[in-house]
């Protein structure tokens, strides 16, 4: 990770004024690294619900369509330091979103990708939104994680969890699944930014790619989706699509 990309705060301390001349006032200075990761998704996926959870601890009593980004940080302790996560949840709808995506990309650390388990075709657009980040230059050296979301709701889910290993690895990311709603999963999303909280501030990437000669690492089998005949073929472990109401 550059140098320069890195943005730090700075917090003054100092012990309590003396008025015996011959104390000194020793004041320290310390800086706390911040961290941009962007969330991003079809709308309607939940992102703005998973980024509420981890920062406030609990599922939004009201949500509504984010136009265009929506701010939230966190600070976490890291072996010991204290490093603030700032999240950037952009709308998923292009109209919402356009005028906005040069200063979405910039000077990012970190991306988390949100697919609605429920809904193949939140997933079957994951290839166009990497697409995206691939455009706007981030490398693969920014860790990137995909997310299920919406797993509590088990009688309705489209998207098998080892097609999404699949691509998952195919693209060299860790796959979770987990539920923004459940508070029995609130766990997991922590374990999402968490992990991440760890790699940049140690800045490895996610996983060791061992690229093989087709840019993919070596022993992984690359699964394309879309609305291809062959993609629909791995279709059917799924249930029907089912729209749902959250506008999270």
């Known amino acids: ?24 006032v020793i004041e320290k200075q310390t800086q706390r690294r911040i ?18 959870r981890f920062c406030t601890g609990k599922f939004p009593d009201k949500t509504e369509a984010t136009i265009g980004v929506d701010f939230r940080e966190r600070t976490v302790d890291v072996d010991g ?31 988390v990708f949100v697919y609605d388990v429920t809904k193949m075709s939140s997933f079957e657009n994951m290839p166009g939104w990497i697409e995206e980040c691939d455009r706007h230059n981030l490398n ?53 930014f968490l992990t991440l909280a760890h790699k940049l501030k140690n800045s490895k990437p996610m996983m060791s ?4 000669p087709g840019g993919y690492p070596n022993n992984v089998q690359v699964v394309t989706v879309g609305k291809s005949p062959e993609s ?14 959250c506008s999270c």
């Open 140 to 192: 693969l050296e920014i860790p990137r994680i995909l997310v299920g979301n919406k797993c509590d709701m088990t009688d309705k889910v489209a998207v098998n969890t080892n097609l999404a290993q699949k691509f998952a690895d195919s693209h060299t990311m860790p796959l979770f699944e987990t539920s923004a709603k459940d508070e029995e999963k609130a766990n997991h999303i922590d374990a999402i």
């Open 232 to 245: 629909r073929g791995l279709q059917k472990m799924s249930t029907e699509d089912k729209q749902d109401q």
């Open 209 to 212: 790619p061992f690229v093989g």
């Open 35 to 52: 961290f941009k990761i962007i969330v991003i998704g079809d709308s309607n996926v939940g992102k703005t619900c998973l980024t509420y």
């Open 1 to 24: 990770m550059e140098e320069k990309n890195m943005m730090t705060e700075t917090h003054s301390a100092s012990n309590s004024p003396s008025k015996d001349p011959s104390v000194t």
């Open 81 to 111: 330091e204290q490093i603030k996560l700032q999240l950037w949840d952009t709308a998923g709808q292009e109209r919402f979103r356009k005028s906005m995506v040069q200063h979405y990309y910039r000077n990012v650390h970190a991306v």
